[in-house]
């Protein structure tokens, strides 16, 4: 029986090991959420970022585009929106990242099949906003919605006693009705976030404050109907906002393209597909969230 040579089995030894240590290191990568291009010199690359579902925490999306945005080897971002919204502060969060980012390098916004309220509140922050002419965006708004249980407490003989500190400490509370002063109270609160929302968009998309606010009765608009009143810029999908991207970060040639995930995402999530399965859940309080139907 012949031997192996002690050089060649050394190297044999040598490459299985670098191959175990490289797989190690993307591993880690691919778990901690970096596009690979962020351990690996792959050239100048596109960065895609994804906002799905019913937005309830910014802290990933947050930490992923500042990296991006210090990150040389990535020339820019694509922000693919599919989501309804969600709770205001985070969507205020992932603003305010993409328009750090976009302080250093082009961002494009590439609204998917839903790209509402929340959602395009935080696309709007992009430099260029691309959609298909299907896609439901706008709802500019902000919602608050107050459950009254009164009627079936009384059924159930259920009732409560609250001990509080001021006349307002109880405001929503579902076992009573609602006084006129607290509504009053609360829409005060809910039209100043609005104006809120109003100015973002105003700031994002370079248009006059009172043109945004006659838009943001809360109705949705196809993608096509957004870009009649200068919600959108563009009608693609996410191709052609990778497109569009590359060529304003003055690259030749086909993008290339990472895709971050985000750390708290599983992996296997998406091997098995799940990242097309719905967020059903919302956060609650006061929302950026379109509440209406979804189109199948």
Do not use: C
Not at 10 to 33: D, F, T
Not at 82 to 109: F, I, N, T
Not at 198 to 203: C, E, P, Q, T, W
């Amino acid at each position: 029986m012949a031997r192996r040579h002690p050089v060649l089995r050394g190297l044999a030894i040598v490459v299985v090991v670098a191959a175990g240590l490289a797989a190690l290191v993307v591993g880690l990568a691919v778990l901690r959420g970096e596009p690979l291009g962020e351990r690996f010199s792959f050239g100048n690359t596109v960065a895609v970022v994804e906002v799905r579902g019913v937005i309830s925490d910014a802290a990933d999306t947050v930490e992923a585009l500042d990296r991006l945005r210090q990150h040389d080897a990535t020339v820019g971002v694509v922000l693919r929106v599919d989501s309804p919204g969600g709770a205001v502060a985070p969507s205020q969060e992932m603003y305010d990242a993409v328009w750090r980012l976009r302080a250093r390098k082009p961002v494009v916004a590439s609204l998917g099949n839903v790209a509402a309220s929340g959602g395009y509140y935080v696309a709007s922050a992009a430099d260029v906003v691309v959609a298909d002419p299907g896609t439901l965006t706008g709802s500019i708004g902000a919602i608050m919605e107050v459950h009254n249980v009164t009627s079936l407490a009384e059924k159930l003989g259920v009732s409560q006693t609250v001990v509080k500190s001021g006349r307002f400490k109880d405001v929503g509370q579902p076992l009573r009705p609602m006084t006129d002063e607290e509504r009053v109270l609360l829409q005060r609160m809910v039209d100043d976030v609005l104006g809120q929302f109003v100015d973002a968009v105003a700031r994002g998309r370079g248009m006059e404050a009172g043109r945004v606010r006659a838009l943001a009765d809360g109705r949705v608009y196809s993608g096509a109907q957004a870009r009649e009143v200068g919600l959108v810029d563009e009608l693609g999908g996410l191709a052609d906002a990778t497109r569009i991207v590359w060529a304003r970060a003055g690259q030749a040639g086909e993008p290339r393209v990472t895709h971050v995930r985000m750390r708290s995402r599983p992996w296997w999530l998406d091997l098995l597909g799940a990242a097309r399965l719905p967020d059903l859940g919302a956060p609650g309080g006061l929302l950026f969230l379109y509440r209406g139907p979804l189109p199948g």
